[in-house]
């Protein structure tokens, strides 16, 4: 285990850290985060002690790393900074032997047969077996950046310190790279720490996070703890929203530029327009509305301007709207009869599209609630309706949009109650 304990520090006559403690387990994956500038890149100087720290101490398995020599240290502690001495006469292969540094004894130690494999096999995993003859002169930024990492991996450490590992890198080397790091995090019981400047990277692959601003840490814990939205505006200073990933169980964070997001528009509900369009009858709006709709094609969370709303090739269709405060509702309700069937000559279908806009902020986990609200009134007026008419199936989506701008309604509650009495008085 890796603890640190009140550590402060930085350079002569600059503290840049202050108080920061924190413990990283074996196998475990520490994500080190925060803007420029919060001391990322100094706190792991001071774990692989190229700084000394003002106060506090840092431990490796219970010992104080002030008590270990340098090459005590390299045999459980292996380093990739973010920039690199070059010695561009070496060869891959040699840069990558140098990781076996902490196990030759005296002076001239020779490689064994057992240090050979490890190399080869560093080489193999980061990719870059292919390149062990060539120099580094020789290679990309990204291709360099797999040479250190296997280094540091033929060190075979108990811990393993990044700085922004993935420099250099594409995205596809990225995935990469932290698959396997997470991997040998596994099966080695290796802790991994790595300063990581992407957000959504360091959600995806960090078992636990330590958020640094100004020198400070505001936070350690799991990253559903820490990429909270307030939190991050705060510190990064710059507007954001999180979202669920779509395959993993684990958030991600969207920017919010404000060339795409500093436009409203006043009165949004009162710009929507009825538009035919081939046949078709269309909502439609200058706003970009966020939407969750049940429709079975297009259905689910998006974004819209143009709305379908009804075929108007029918003579039995009725469209209505009606506004309540921020609300405004329109539905399209197509009587289809089925007199094919001798013993139920009245019965009719109906087909109901519901349009439901809301002028207001709400998080997908509020629009789903106003979506089951206005499905269930929905549900109601047809449960009604089959008392007095041979009505059977009410097929058609509900669509819930909204505008993302601020609301004079002050609860969910409220929004949610005044969204189905809307649909339920419309189709009663």
Same mark, same amino acid.
């Given at each position: 285990?890796?603890? *640190?304990?009140?550590?402060?520090?930085?350079?002569?006559?600059?503290?840049?850290?202050?108080?920061?403690?924190?413990?990283?387990?074996?196998? &475990?994956? +520490?994500? !080190?985060?925060? $803007?420029?500038?919060?001391?990322?890149? /100094?706190?792991?100087?001071?774990?692989?002690?190229?700084?000394? $720290?003002?106060?506090?101490?840092?431990?490796?398995?219970?010992?104080?790393?002030?008590?270990?020599?340098?090459?005590?240290?390299?045999?459980?502690?292996?380093?990739?900074?973010?920039? &690199?001495?070059?010695?561009?006469?070496? /060869?891959?292969?040699? *840069? *990558?032997?140098?990781?076996?540094?902490?196990?030759?004894?005296?002076?001239?130690?020779?490689?064994?047969?057992?240090?050979?494999?490890?190399?080869?096999?560093?080489?193999?995993?980061?990719?870059?077996?292919?390149? =062990?003859?060539?120099?580094?002169?020789?290679?990309?930024?990204?291709?360099?950046?797999? +040479?250190?990492?296997?280094?540091?991996?033929?060190?075979? $450490?108990?811990?393993?310190?990044?700085?922004?590992?993935?420099?250099?890198? #594409?995205? =596809?080397?990225? !995935?990469?790279?932290?698959?396997?790091?997470?991997?040998?995090?596994?099966?080695?019981?290796?802790?991994?720490?790595?300063?990581?400047?992407?957000?959504?990277?360091?959600?995806?692959?960090?078992?636990?996070?330590?958020?640094?601003?100004?020198?400070?840490?505001?936070?350690?814990?799991?990253?559903?703890?820490?990429?909270?939205?307030?939190?991050?505006?705060?510190?990064?200073?710059?507007?954001?929203?999180?979202?669920?990933?779509?395959?993993?169980?684990?958030?991600?964070?969207?920017?919010? $530029?404000?060339?795409?997001?500093? #436009?409203?528009?006043?009165?949004?509900?009162?710009?929507?327009?009825?538009? &035919?369009?081939?046949?078709?009858?269309?909502?439609?709006?200058?706003?970009?509305?966020?939407?969750?709709?049940?429709?079975?094609?297009?259905?689910?969370?998006?974004?819209?301007?143009?709305?379908?709303?009804?075929?108007?090739?029918?003579?039995?269709?009725?469209?209505?709207?009606? /506004?309540?405060?921020?609300?405004?509702?329109?539905?399209?309700?197509?009587?289809? #009869? /089925?007199?094919?069937?001798?013993?139920?000559?009245?019965?009719?279908?109906?087909? *109901?599209?519901?349009?439901?806009?809301?002028?207001?902020?709400?998080?997908?986990?509020?629009?789903?609630?106003?979506?089951?609200?206005?499905?269930?009134?929905?549900?109601?007026?047809?449960?009604?309706?089959?008392?007095?008419?041979?009505?059977?199936?009410?097929?058609?989506?509900?669509?819930?949009?909204?505008?993302?701008? &601020?609301?004079?309604?002050?609860?969910?509650?409220?929004?949610?109650?005044?969204?189905?009495?809307?649909?339920?008085?419309?189709?009663?």
């Amino acid at each position: 285990m890796l603890e *640190v304990e009140q550590l402060s520090g930085g350079y002569p006559g600059i503290q840049v850290l202050r108080n920061i403690h924190f413990k990283a387990e074996p196998g &475990e994956f +520490v994500g !080190v985060i925060g $803007p420029n500038g919060s001391g990322k890149s /100094t706190l792991l100087k001071m774990l692989y002690r190229e700084l000394r $720290p003002g106060t506090g101490t840092i431990s490796l398995n219970g010992t104080s790393l002030d008590s270990l020599t340098q090459k005590q240290i390299a045999a459980q502690l292996a380093v990739l900074p973010q920039q &690199e001495e070059e010695a561009f006469s070496y /060869t891959v292969s040699e *840069v *990558v032997e140098l990781g076996r540094y902490p196990y030759q004894k005296g002076w001239f130690g020779r490689s064994s047969r057992e240090d050979r494999y490890v190399v080869e096999e560093a080489m193999r995993q980061t990719d870059v077996d292919h390149a =062990a003859h060539r120099t580094l002169d020789q290679l990309s930024g990204g291709e360099k950046q797999r +040479v250190f990492l296997a280094r540091a991996m033929a060190q075979e $450490p108990d811990y393993l310190l990044l700085d922004e590992p993935t420099n250099h890198l #594409d995205v =596809a080397y990225q !995935v990469y790279l932290l698959d396997t790091l997470k991997q040998w995090a596994a099966e080695k019981q290796m802790t991994v720490i790595a300063a990581i400047h992407d957000l959504n990277l360091a959600a995806l692959y960090s078992d636990r996070l330590l958020l640094l601003n100004k020198g400070n840490q505001e936070l350690f814990d799991q990253p559903s703890i820490v990429l909270k939205k307030q939190l991050l505006q705060r510190v990064y200073g710059t507007a954001l929203s999180r979202i669920s990933h779509p395959s993993v169980a684990r958030q991600q964070l969207m920017l919010e $530029p404000a060339h795409l997001t500093g #436009d409203t528009i006043h009165g949004p509900l009162e710009n929507l327009q009825k538009k &035919e369009i081939n046949d078709q009858l269309y909502v439609t709006s200058a706003l970009n509305w966020k939407t969750l709709s049940s429709a079975e094609e297009g259905g689910g969370f998006n974004w819209a301007r143009t709305f379908s709303l009804a075929d108007l090739s029918s003579s039995c269709l009725r469209v209505e709207e009606d /506004t309540d405060g921020c609300i405004k509702v329109y539905t399209a309700v197509l009587n289809k #009869d /089925t007199g094919d069937d001798p013993k139920r000559p009245n019965h009719r279908q109906v087909f *109901v599209c519901i349009l439901l806009f809301i002028d207001s902020e709400l998080n997908e986990g509020e629009m789903a609630g106003v979506l089951a609200s206005a499905a269930e009134a929905k549900g109601g007026a047809a449960a009604d309706a089959a008392r007095s008419e041979e009505i059977t199936l009410w097929k058609g989506p509900v669509t819930v949009a909204v505008s993302g701008q &601020e609301s004079s309604i002050e609860t969910q509650e409220e929004i949610r109650r005044r969204s189905a009495r809307l649909v339920y008085d419309k189709l009663k």
